[in-house]
């Protein structure tokens, strides 16, 4: 008891710690999804109180093999704890296999899948619903696995790192109120995305062109120099339209 009564204070701890770096409240649920892996809609920090135990199980079972070789000649134990946790196991989340997996993944998938499906009940809107399932969706989670590097323009400022984790969560980002176009802004910012006078649309346009053309840059720096619009290329003298690409495949 004393050592899972530690395990939930170091939850406390890290959900704190959470909050604080992105600048949001997270309620009991919201933690849940949090911890869940980025495939399942999370930010992939994991809660140690639902990896203790899928954690021990397969360390013990990767080991048994070993164990009994090394102590064939002695006394040994009948593995108490490890009967016992396993019973845990199986009274969640069904039968133990005879073979037991050595992965903790295979013990693991089950919590993860009983916590999703826990945020996925008390999503109770169909902004939180359309939320969670954009964020389950695939690729959506790849920029929290982009390494920080500021010179290949893959560093998030404390603000961008508050939206893009209080959207992934369906978390509210600011207070109820009135755009400049004069339509009602409501706590998750969603207008901010279909507004014509929404201030950024020009630097959000040409942020991923930068971000292309400076890794063509290196990618060829020996060889040509890379040039977002070159300046030589005319649309309408070359008769092309603005649905045609500039590159045929």
Known sequence: MTCWSTLIKF?????????QITNSDLSDTKWIQTSLPV????????RVTSLALPAFVASAASIMSLQADILADCAVSDNNFLHSYLTRWSTQFGDVPEV??????????????????LVEASLNSPHSRASFLAACSQHSGDWLFALPIASCGLKLDDE????AVGLRLGLDLCVPHECHCGSRVDACVVHSFVCK????????????NDLIARRLFCRFACHQRALRRPVQIRRQAAGWTY???????
């Open 160 to 163: 961008a790192v508050r939206v």
């Open 243 to 249: 649905t045609r690409p500039l590159i045929e495949r």
């Open 11 to 19: 939850d406390g701890f890290l959900r704190d710690s959470v909050q």
């Open 39 to 46: 495939r399942d809609g999370g930010l992939g920090i994991r």
């Open 197 to 208: 006078t929404a201030p950024g649309k020009t630097s959000r346009h040409h942020d991923p």
């Open 100 to 117: 037991l997996p050595t992965k903790q993944p295979f013990w693991d998938r089950s919590g993860v899948l009983a916590d999703k499906a």
